[in-house]
């Protein structure tokens, strides 16, 4: 898995694909989420932590073209208030 380095440290960045069902138009409600995944302090006996770092709406555009290059985790379907939310992020 790939790795980038900031100043505390290596992490790695992941991408999920988040799916709900059609709006009442026919709109699509999905969005791609952009994670951070790293040790705490950069010391694995510190813990881990997870983050949002973006959200961006799919739309009729698709992916972000600069997170394609990104390791993926499996998509998953959403109620569409889970959506909402993951947009207000």
């Not at 790695?12 to 709006?23: G, P, Y």
Request: negative net charge.
């Amino acid at each position: 898995m790939p790795t980038t380095t900031n100043t505390t440290g290596a992490h790695v960045l992941l991408v999920q694909h988040i799916r709900a069902t059609n709006d009442h138009y026919g709109n699509p409600r999905r969005c791609f989420v952009l994670y951070e995944v790293g040790h705490v302090n950069d010391n694995p006996d510190h813990g881990s932590y997870t983050r949002v770092v973006s959200v961006e709406d799919e739309g009729y555009s698709g992916e972000p073209q600069d997170w394609k290059r990104l390791p993926h985790l499996p998509s998953v379907d959403v109620a569409p208030a889970e959506y909402r939310r993951f947009l207000a992020m």
